[in-house]
């Protein structure tokens, strides 16, 4: 056990008293913003981003980590109640969840997110801590060709299975990756792509992306949806708690669960929603009664929310070893970490255990305080889908825009995000996945650098990116991840049967 | 839509190229220099845009779900009226203040879809503006602008 030595001096930072307060705070914004519909963890870390400028960097990871897995709670009680999922990976709660609900046992439901999110969570933090060191370890071997061909696979594996398009997947990364090439060359020193405009000289401001692709254009679909008359809230009724026979149903899944989140997550553009899907589907598979899925069976909710939480641990696996994001929400989460200018992978575990372990053994105090703030609070919390839409929709509005502004008072930044709401308005409504885009941002400069560093070494031959096995083996990945989506295409005409399944 | 978005890339790959191709290198640099990731990036685009339009090639029609006109008139009404509040807001808030133009956003924002409920409305514009203010440069020393109001601080 390598890490133990580290896992006990990261209790040490992550049980401060500050920052056992952010771990809640994180926590407790998380879960709200998991409630509110349509919003998710993306949008969400996107909009608090600005407000945790000035806190020591790792209160504020730790605060900013607490909403990620906070939101993939929360998201839960929107899919049970509003039949509304918080975001995408909530969407298969809505199956079982809702039906609970109109049942009665909205509460049997939300309880057994609560616990399952709880155990699998911490089934997957212990994953994450024991594989973080041979991760890394292996990870230092890594030169700028191996780089180049990880971050490669990792854009086509998003750009593959964040959509239902490989083609406009594509388009959305490697528009993310023309973006990120203006500003100045960090070689030659030479402007590109500024066209004049000095807030551009260090590159497109990350936080003017994010916020008005996802805070902003989410405000321009809740109007649509506020004239349409969408988000009518149920209300709660019955006991908040699960019958012994409930709880008897819902052990093997949120194992289960927990197993498959942590797995799917590692795996790049798999994230949460594969996760849940997989979970669904074997829980309907391994269930006597398969045809109560759908209609209200808790394994089909037990299952897929275990196998959310713990896809996030699992999708921090490569973000924290490798630098390497795997999902739109830990590309956000990397841009957090290289605006307070650390640069996540092998060197920082070396260089800084402290944060590195500090914020994984966080989440296991997180853990814990979701389950003791959701049990007892969740009728609390629901109270929050009563707010009133127009309100909501207006402080999402006002949070975002000052958030852009107040970083470097720079009202070019505030017309920059507008400029991308409307670009990310026309993304959703054309059905083009954000995630990859945002992931081309991340990664676009060391991309570049890792390119021109391999070409230097081979006197520029392009050949270096498949000169060794490590290479090879990505490049056959990268080729897997571009083909797989065409042959399940191909398999699920041939097999219609197997779409029954979910 | 789908050959509209493959000729939006053809449009925005070929733009790229072209600027790419003007970005001056010199002899002494490393061998790529500053332009041929761009220039790969570009010619990426215009292939993708190919696969795009092949795809909308090949899709199958589906019948569009019924829109009703009108509610979609009042959807478009919506968002260009929050839209062009938020520009507005952006123009002014250097000149006018924070406290005052966030208040006004709020309120305008609040008005139009909390309809009938101006007490409420009023109350917390008033009070998100103001905690907003009041928390970032009170407490987290931000410089926001207090422009017609600078005689708060």
């Known amino acids: 056990m390598e890490s133990l030595p580290y896992m006990i001096d990261g209790f040490a930072v992550a049980l401060q008293p500050t920052n056992l307060?952010?771990?809640?705070?994180?926590?407790?914004?998380?879960?709200?913003?998991?409630?509110?519909?349509?919003?998710?963890?993306?949008?969400?870390?996107?909009?608090?981003?600005?407000?945790?400028?000035?806190?020591?960097?790792?209160?504020?990871?730790?605060?900013?980590?607490?909403?990620?897995?906070?939101?993939?709670?929360?998201?839960?009680?929107?899919?049970?109640?509003?039949?509304?999922?918080?975001?995408?990976?909530?969407?298969?709660?809505?199956?079982?969840?809702?039906?609970?609900?109109?049942?009665?046992?909205?509460?049997?439901?939300?309880?057994?997110?609560?616990?399952?999110?709880?155990?699998?969570?911490?089934?997957?933090?212990?994953?994450?801590?024991?594989?973080?060191?041979?991760?890394?370890?292996?990870?230092?071997?890594?030169?700028?060709?191996?780089?180049?061909?990880?971050?490669?696979?990792?854009?086509?594996?998003?750009?593959?299975?964040?959509?239902?398009?490989?083609?406009?997947?594509?388009?959305?990364?490697?528009?993310?990756?023309?973006?990120?090439?203006?500003?100045?060359?960090?070689?030659?020193?030479?402007?590109?792509?500024?066209?004049?405009?000095?807030?551009?000289?260090?590159?497109?401001?990350?936080?003017?992306?994010?916020?008005?692709?996802?805070?902003?254009?989410?405000?321009?679909?809740?109007?649509?949806?506020?004239?349409?008359?969408?988000?009518?809230?149920?209300?709660?009724?019955?006991?908040?708690?699960?019958?012994?026979?409930?709880?008897?149903?819902?052990?093997?899944?949120?194992?289960?669960?927990?197993?498959?989140?942590?797995?799917?997550?590692?795996?790049?553009?798999?994230?949460?929603?594969?996760?849940?899907?997989?979970?669904?589907?074997?829980?309907?598979?391994?269930?006597?009664?398969?045809?109560?899925?759908?209609?209200?069976?808790?394994?089909?909710?037990?299952?897929?929310?275990?196998?959310?939480?713990?896809?996030?641990?699992?999708?921090?696996?490569?973000?924290?070893?490798?630098?390497?994001?795997?999902?739109?929400?830990?590309?956000v989460l990397l841009g957090a970490f290289i605006m307070y200018g650390i640069q996540p992978g092998p060197q920082l575990m070396q260089e800084q255990p402290a944060l590195v372990w500090g914020l994984i053994d966080s989440m296991y105090v997180g853990n814990v305080i979701l389950l003791v703030l959701n049990l007892p609070l969740i009728g609390l919390f629901v109270r929050i889908l009563y707010l009133p839409s127009g309100i909501l929709m207006a402080g999402i509005l006002v949070v975002a825009l000052t958030g852009v502004y107040s970083v470097n008072n720079s009202i070019t930044e505030v017309y920059l995000a507008l400029g991308f709401a409307v670009v990310g308005y026309f993304f959703r409504k054309a059905a083009i996945p954000v995630a990859p885009l945002i992931l081309g941002v991340v990664l676009g400069n060391l991309m570049e650098q890792a390119f021109r560093q391999g070409m230097t070494i081979s006197g520029g031959d392009p050949l270096i990116f498949l000169s060794t096995p490590v290479c090879l083996i990505l490049a056959a990945f990268t080729l897997f991840s571009l083909l797989a989506p065409t042959a399940q295409h191909i398999w699920s005409r041939r097999r219609p049967s197997a779409k029954s399944l979910v | 839509m789908g050959r509209s978005i493959a000729i939006a890339a053809f449009l925005i790959g070929s733009s790229y190229l072209a600027i790419a191709y003007n970005i001056p290198t010199r002899a002494a640099e490393d061998p790529v220099g500053p332009r041929m990731y761009p220039m790969l990036l570009g010619g990426a685009m215009l292939l993708i845009s190919m696969m795009l339009w092949m795809e909308a090639q090949r899709a199958v029609p589906v019948a569009a779900a019924p829109v009703d006109p009108l509610l979609q008139r009042r959807q478009r009404l919506g968002i260009f009226g929050a839209a062009a509040a938020a520009v507005a807001y952006a123009l002014t808030l250097e000149s006018v203040g924070y406290l005052l133009t966030t208040f006004l956003l709020m309120l305008g924002v609040t008005s139009a879809f909390h309809r009938g409920k101006l007490a409420t409305n009023l109350a917390v514009s008033l009070g998100t503006a103001t905690f907003l203010y009041v928390g970032l440069k009170r407490f987290l020393g931000v410089p926001l602008p207090s422009g017609i109001l600078s005689f708060l601080g």
């Not at chain 1, 730790?62 to 709670?73: A, E, K, N, Q, V």
């Not at chain 1, 594996?157 to 973006?179: E, Y």
């Not at chain 1, 349409?228 to 093997?252: D, H, Q, V």
């Not at chain 1, 391994?286 to 109560?292: A, I, N, R, T, V």
Request: hydrophobic residues 50%.
């Open chain 1, 21 to 331: 307060m952010f771990v809640f705070v994180g926590a407790l914004l998380g879960t709200i913003i998991g409630i509110l519909p349509g919003i998710g963890a993306t949008a969400g870390i996107a909009l608090l981003l600005p407000l945790t400028f000035g806190l020591e960097p790792v209160s504020a990871l730790i605060m900013l980590c607490g909403i990620y897995y906070g939101s993939s709670y929360g998201g839960t009680a929107a899919s049970v109640l509003i039949n509304t999922p918080g975001d995408g990976t909530s969407v298969i709660t809505v199956f079982d969840g809702y039906p609970m609900a109109r049942n009665g046992r909205a509460g049997a439901a939300l309880a057994v997110a609560a616990v399952g999110s709880f155990v699998a969570g911490t089934i997957s933090v212990i994953a994450l801590s024991v594989l973080a060191i041979p991760f890394a370890s292996v990870a230092l071997e890594f030169g700028p060709a191996e780089n180049f061909m990880l971050m490669v696979f990792t854009m086509s594996a998003v750009s593959a299975f964040t959509g239902g398009s490989l083609a406009k997947g594509m388009f959305s990364v490697f528009f993310g990756l023309m973006i990120a090439t203006a500003g100045i060359d960090l070689q030659s020193g030479q402007e590109r792509f500024t066209f004049g405009f000095p807030t551009l000289q260090d590159g497109v401001p990350f936080l003017s992306i994010v916020v008005g692709f996802f805070a902003l254009t989410e405000v321009l679909y809740q109007i649509k949806a506020w004239y349409a008359g969408e988000l009518k809230p149920i209300k709660i009724s019955g006991k908040l708690w699960c019958t012994p026979e409930e709880w008897r149903r819902s052990i093997g899944p949120i194992t289960r669960g927990g197993v498959i989140g942590f797995l799917v997550g590692i795996l790049p553009g798999a994230g949460g929603i594969i996760a849940t899907v997989l979970s669904y589907a074997t829980e309907k598979r391994l269930s006597k009664h398969p045809e109560m899925f759908g209609k209200g069976a808790i394994e089909g909710v037990a299952g897929p929310e275990a196998a959310n939480n713990s896809s996030v641990s699992g999708n921090l696996v490569p973000l924290l070893t490798l630098g390497i994001p795997g999902s739109g929400v830990t590309a």
